[in-house]
């Protein structure tokens, strides 16, 4: 229990900072008087007494994760988090159903940005900023597990990305130097704010501006209205385009281009290449599907490049209805869902990296067929791939499939069509927001989804968003061994 008393502490003081969070927003409803507030006092105490007891229990913890602690944290925070954040959903003029709550606080801490509720333009001010909010610290979140855990549990090839430091040892997850944290921390926040304030230019309220610059910069796709980013001026749409694709870099990419050395290193940019070259394809494609039909002319490259980043960067916002845009674009923006931007970034997917090293790895077997005892090195990043990095790359494309197929079969089975079935999988496993078909396309949502539905999906968003092998870990029986 000792090795767990990390796990408490950090658990404890992530649901207390959730509960001074919600009594901030509590007050805030008070003032506006926009019959909000008892949720969010209920969730304040709810947070904070749990909180409480956790950091209580974890006193006097050594400050280091062991493996199984860290995995134990990461599922914690990730299923305890929404679970507690849904409160303010279920009261007050929202009250939707507890599976309706949960299913909205999961896809926003996860950053997918499905959604059950309507009227949003009509809502109360503090539950849409409740919405961002989620999404915003979901967005910080994931870069901190994919820089600090998951390169640590070598999850499907993000031991590539660990950071180096001599303090790290084998069987431990100890912080690079906490100045990394604060620069990461920093630039995500800058970041949010020019992207508000570019909003801001571009036409918006100051309301819309700072909820959409949360939930562009986190790629989670809430909006303050039912028509999305549709509701807003071309400005905006160029705006989305910037952020959509600023948050779905590196963070670290950031690091390296304030530190000269690092941006010289070979491959330093390599998976950032890599993305900018997918949405230029796949933009090409969508123009093209666009040029085919009469009057699908109107903001031919905005339109259609504003789409394209969006799913493919897993924000979900859409401009128009692109399942309008015939069977070419339909079966691009199927393939784009499970794409994703970049490692180390707050978008989801499956990851432009390891597009790349499967790709590599192709190549690397065609070219040793001819010669089997030939040796041919592949690099990705400047890093030399083992057979171990392509493995674990394989392996983990193996279970994404696996989560999608084994999704869709259950949705199946609770009576959706077979567009919804396999759409509602693939979007909630790359943490994308819309999907296709009648029901939860772009002009959609999920709210006639039944509730065994919403909670196949909320296990799904949750198994995308930490990488899948994360949650099979704890289920695990080994892993619980000593």
């Known amino acids: 229990m000792r090795h767990f008393q990390i796990v408490f502490l950090i658990l404890g003081l992530l649901y207390l900072g959730l509960a001074a969070l919600a009594a901030l927003v509590a007050i805030t409803s008070l003032g506006l008087a926009d019959g909000a507030a008892g949720g969010f006092f209920e969730c304040a105490v709810a947070a904070g007494f749990i909180g409480g007891v956790l950091a209580m229990a974890g006193r006097g913890a050594a400050m280091d994760l062991e493996f199984r602690a860290a995995v134990a944290l990461t599922v914690g925070a990730w299923i305890g988090m929404p679970l507690l954040a849904s409160i303010p959903f279920t009261t007050g003029p929202v009250s939707l159903s507890f599976t309706d709550a949960v299913f909205e606080a999961v896809s926003g801490i996860t950053t997918t940005g499905s959604t059950v509720m309507a009227g949003l333009d009509e809502t109360a001010p503090t539950i849409l900023f409740w919405r961002s909010l989620l999404q915003w610290i979901g967005g910080i979140g994931i870069i901190g597990l994919s820089i600090a855990i998951l390169p640590f549990l070598r999850v499907g090839g993000m031991q590539l990305f660990q950071l180096e430091s001599s303090d790290r040892s084998s069987d431990r997850v100890i912080a690079r130097p906490g100045n990394l944290a604060l620069i990461i921390a920093g630039l995500y926040v800058s970041l949010t704010l020019v992207c508000a304030l570019?909003?801001?230019?571009?036409?918006?309220?100051?309301?819309?501006?700072?909820?959409?610059?949360?939930?562009?910069?986190?790629?989670?796709?809430?909006?303050?209205?039912?028509?999305?980013?549709?509701?807003?001026?071309?400005?905006?749409?160029?705006?989305?385009?910037?952020?959509?694709?600023?948050?779905?870099?590196?963070?670290?990419?950031?690091?390296?281009?304030?530190?000269?050395?690092?941006?010289?290193?070979?491959?330093?940019?390599?998976?950032?290449?890599?993305?900018?070259?997918?949405?230029?394809?796949?933009?090409?494609?969508?123009?093209?599907?666009?040029?085919?039909?009469?009057?699908?002319?109107?903001?031919?490259?905005?339109?259609?490049?504003?789409?394209?980043?969006?799913?493919?960067?897993?924000?979900?916002?859409?401009?128009?209805?692109?399942?309008?845009?015939?069977?070419?674009?339909?079966?691009?923006?199927?393939?784009?869902?499970?794409l994703g931007g970049c490692a180390g970034s707050t978008s989801g997917g499956f990851k432009t990296f390891r597009i790349q090293i499967m790709v590599k790895s192709i190549w690397r077997t065609l070219q040793q067929a001819p010669l089997p005892h030939s040796v041919v090195v592949s690099r990705h990043a400047g890093q030399k791939l083992s057979n171990a990095d392509i493995a674990s790359v394989a392996l983990f494309a193996g279970l994404y499939v696996a989560t999608f197929a084994a999704g869709a079969i259950l949705l199946a089975a609770f009576g959706l069509d077979f567009v919804t079935a396999i759409t509602a999988s693939a979007t909630a496993v790359a943490n994308v927001g819309p999907g296709l078909g009648d029901v939860i396309g772009p002009a959609g949502n999920f709210i006639p989804l039944p509730d065994d539905a919403k909670w196949v999906l909320c296990l799904i968003m949750i198994l995308g968003r930490l990488e899948i092998i994360t949650i099979l870990l704890m289920i695990t029986p080994r892993f619980w061994g000593r």
């Open 198 to 338: 570019s909003y801001g230019a571009a036409g918006m309220t100051g309301f819309e501006a700072v909820n959409h610059a949360m939930t562009t910069v986190s790629t989670g796709g809430y909006s303050t209205s039912d028509g999305s980013m549709g509701h807003f001026a071309a400005g905006a749409h160029w705006v989305g385009i910037v952020f959509m694709l600023g948050g779905a870099i590196p963070f670290l990419t950031y690091v390296r281009i304030l530190s000269r050395r690092e941006a010289r290193r070979p491959g330093a940019f390599e998976e950032v290449g890599g993305l900018l070259l997918l949405v230029a394809g796949f933009t090409l494609v969508i123009i093209a599907a666009r040029l085919a039909l009469p009057g699908e002319d109107e903001g031919l490259i905005r339109v259609s490049l504003f789409n394209t980043i969006s799913v493919i960067t897993t924000t979900g916002y859409a401009v128009g209805d692109y399942q309008a845009w015939g069977p070419l674009a339909l079966a691009a923006f199927f393939i784009l869902t499970f």
